[in-house]
T-cell receptor, first 116, second 113 residues
Framework: ETGVTQSPTHLIKTRGQQVTLRCSSQ?????VSWYQQALGQGPQFIFQ???????GRGNFPPRFSGLQFPNYSSELNVNALELDDSALYLC???????????????FGPGTRLTVT | LAKTTQPISMDSYEGQEVNITCSHN???????ITWYQQFPSQGPRFIIQ???TKVTNEVASLFIPADRKSSTLSLPRVSLSDTAVYYC??????????????FGIGTKLQVIP
């Protein structure tokens, strides 16, 4: 069983550019969430995808968008990068199932994005 | 979403039991309480989840009083490798599977030799 992987590990972009971050979910998982974590802060929820459709979104502008593919891998796209977008971007996969309560999420190691 | 409040930091000696308390006064009826652990430069790792009373697994226990306005994560006999940030989350998921979870700042636990 492989864990959640993310690429690239580190990335440096210039303000105004666009970036695509990638995530490969844990085998068998059908739900993926993306988080932004600024230095010294907890992760902030960006959005969640379930079976290729966005089914939840946090307080992030539309220039943050995503995709989930049939093999449950996913992408996070950020347009018109701003300096404040510099952060660790985390992907988390989970298996939507019957029952109660939030799903246990399995996080990847993250992509460190620096915007200059 | 219910807001959570945790101590910003805690120190403990190796081998001691550590209890981290989280306050969530506005917890909703259907909300669950979940704890995650995060090491530097890594993603958070699920520790434990509960709804009421006591839950125990191989790494921790979670104590939830009857009013559910707080919860306590208990780590038995901590070691240096338990030095990390611990997050308390309160939330639920809807019928469509959507789970908007909110991480706070977390509690930075430093284990001292």
């Amino acid at each position: 069983e492989t864990g959640v992987t993310q690429s690239p590990t580190h990335l440096i972009k210039t303000r105004g550019q666009q970036v695509t971050l990638r995530c490969s979910s844990q085998s068998g998982h059908n739900t993926v969430s993306w988080y932004q974590q600024a230095l010294g802060q907890g992760p902030q929820f960006i959005f969640q995808y379930y079976r290729e459709e966005e089914n939840g979104r946090g307080n992030f502008p539309p220039r943050f968008s995503g995709l989930q593919f049939p093999n449950y891998s996913s992408e996070l796209n950020v347009n018109a990068l701003e300096l404040d977008d510099s952060a660790l971007y985390l992907c988390a996969s989970s298996l939507a199932r019957t029952g109660l309560g939030p799903y246990e999420q399995y996080f990847g190691p993250g992509t460190r994005l620096t915007v200059t | 979403l219910a807001k959570t409040t945790q101590p910003i930091s805690m120190d403990s000696y190796e081998g001691q039991e550590v209890n981290i308390t989280c306050s969530h006064n506005n917890i909703a009826t259907n909300d669950y309480i979940t704890w995650y652990q995060q090491f530097p430069s890594q993603g958070p790792r699920f520790i434990i989840q509960g709804y009421k009373t006591k839950v125990t697994n191989e790494v921790a226990s979670l104590f939830i009083p009857a009013d559910r306005k707080s919860s306590t994560l208990s780590l038995p006999r901590v070691s240096l490798s338990d030095t990390a940030v611990y997050y308390c989350l309160v939330g639920d998921r809807d019928s469509g599977g959507y789970q908007k979870v909110t991480f706070g700042i977390g509690t930075k636990l430093q284990v001292i030799p």
